[in-house]
C-alpha cells in the first residue's frame, strides 16, 4: 500500500475525516493540512502531493505555511499532528520490518550473519579445492 493511502488511512481512523471529500469545512481543511505536512517532511514535492490530494500545487504551499503557524499556536492542530506523525511512522517501520519486534530483527540479523559467515567459508573452501 501507497504512503499515502496509509496516511489517508490513518487521518480517517484517529480524526473521522476523509481528506479527499470536497468540504471547506476547517476539520477537514486542517486534516488535509496535516496530510500534507507529513508527506512533505517525507521528501514528497508540492506537485505529488497536490495530485494525491486532486488540489493544486499552490494550495499545498499554502496549507504548508498554515500548518507551520497552527503547529506552533493550536495545541488540538499540535496534538492531532503528532498523534498521527507518531501512528505513521509506526506504521512505515512496521511495514519495513515486517511487523518484527526489535528482538525478533535482532535475532534475525544474527541468523543472517551466521549464515552469511558459512557461505564464505564454503567459498573459501570451494576456492581451494578448484587451485
Known sequence: MAKDLILKNIIQDL?????????????IVDARKIYSNILRNKGWSFFAIGKSLRKDHSTII?????????????KKYKDDFDTI???????????ATGGLSRTELE????????ENYE?????????????
Open 85 to 95: 506523525t507518531t501512528v505513521f511512522e509506526k506504521r512505515m517501520v512496521s511495514i
Open 119 to 131: 557461505i564464505k567459508m564454503r567459498m573459501l573452501n570451494l576456492i581451494k579445492q578448484t587451485k
Open 62 to 74: 499554502h496549507y504548508l505555511k498554515d500548518s507551520q503557524v497552527l503547529v506552533l499556536m493550536d
Open 15 to 27: 480524526l473521522g475525516v476523509d481528506v479527499m471529500h470536497k468540504s471547506r469545512k476547517q476539520h
Open 107 to 114: 535475532l534475525e540479523v544474527e541468523r543472517l550473519r551466521e
